[in-house]
């Protein structure tokens, strides 16, 4: 638990539910005429300074239309490539190795064939294969779901007020399976269109979500137990639904290949899955070690901590996100 704490500490810059690659997708509107789509998040006026680079055999012929929306800079225009002017070549972001960025690239052809993958610092550029591969569809997405939970603090935050509340391990596995079922529930729902709700209501009832987690701790060491304690499957199960909304809206930011969307989004929770579980297992780790020290203040000082935390940043998280109406 003292490692989940410094880790909580240190994400008190950061800004919750964050999940904010750059986004470049490439779509076939006739023979060898591609539309661009580039959308890259600036905080402020800060552009950061990133270049794409097609192929040598592509030309742009139209001027690049630029608009700001929603804290994202995004650039529209048509690209002409020769034929086979993609594959087999490259498509790069230059200056991408100069920051801590990543950026999804889509790439959807006439005949249905797509491509989804991730450039990164490290790996700033893609070379197009003649076909396309689920695999690697699958293995973005794994990778866009892990790294959103796990940058996500104010998921993390109720995922880890859930621990502290339920101690026993049945209660807890069948707490845990309800958040999950829930939340998987309504990121399908949303994301394949089925319903639609705001995201900043959505937002700001998660923050809530939370605080009243945080709460329900307090009342629970006062001797008042509430629902939180007694029914937690129910309560992880209510606010799932709300949080799988918000994965709907982060997810919706990058994007899905529109020719493979039920992969995408089955892998994208797969990784969400995976990023909770690592998380759930490091957060039990460390409050094993710690009662391992047989030092019960030391544990109590350390839990009282924590809800302080949790209370505090849902608390700001609230009010912001209210404010932002």
């Known amino acids: 638990m003292l490692f989940v704490l410094s880790l909580l500490g240190f994400s008190l810059g950061v800004q919750a539910d964050e999940i904010r690659p750059a986004y470049l997708q490439l779509s076939e509107n006739s023979p060898g005429v591609f539309s661009v789509l580039w959308k890259v998040p600036v905080k402020g006026s800060k552009m950061p300074a990133l270049q794409i680079r097609l192929p040598v055999g592509c030309k742009d012929v139209t001027d690049e239309q630029a608009q700001l929306i ?65 695999l690697e569809i699958a293995a973005t997405y794994t990778w866009l779901g892990i790294t959103h939970i796990l940058e996500g603090v104010d998921h993390l935050l109720f995922v880890f007020a859930l621990l502290l509340i339920v101690r026993e391990w049945r209660r807890l596995i069948a707490t845990i399976t309800a958040f999950t079922i829930a939340h998987s529930i309504t990121l399908a729902a949303a994301t394949l269109g089925f319903v639609h709700v705001p995201q900043q209501p959505v937002e700001a009832v998660i923050a809530l979500s939370i605080l009243f987690l945080a709460v329900e701790w307090m009342h629970g060491r006062q001797g008042r137990p509430g629902a939180a304690e007694r029914w937690p499957w129910m309560i992880a199960f209510i606010f799932g639904l709300l949080h799988g909304f918000g994965f709907a809206g982060a ?75």
């Open 70 to 134: 929603d804290g994202a800079y995004i650039q529209r225009w048509l690209a002409a490539c020769e034929k086979q002017g993609l594959t087999g070549n490259e498509i790069a972001v230059s200056g991408l190795e100069k920051t801590s960025m990543d950026v999804l690239l889509h790439l959807e052809y006439l005949d249905g064939r797509s491509y989804s993958t991730q450039l990164t610092p490290v790996e700033p550029a893609y070379r197009i294969p003649a076909e396309s591969s689920s």
């Open 251 to 325: 997810l919706a930011e990058v994007g899905l290949p529109q020719h493979a969307i039920p992969l995408a989004l089955v892998f994208f929770n797969v990784g969400v899955e995976t990023g909770q579980l690592l998380f759930i297992a490091a957060v039990l780790s460390a409050g094993w070690l710690l009662h391992r020290l047989n030092r019960p203040k030391l544990v109590a000082y350390a839990e009282m901590a924590a809800i302080y935390v949790i209370g505090g940043l849902s608390s700001f998280w609230l009010i912001e996100r209210v404010s932002a109406y």
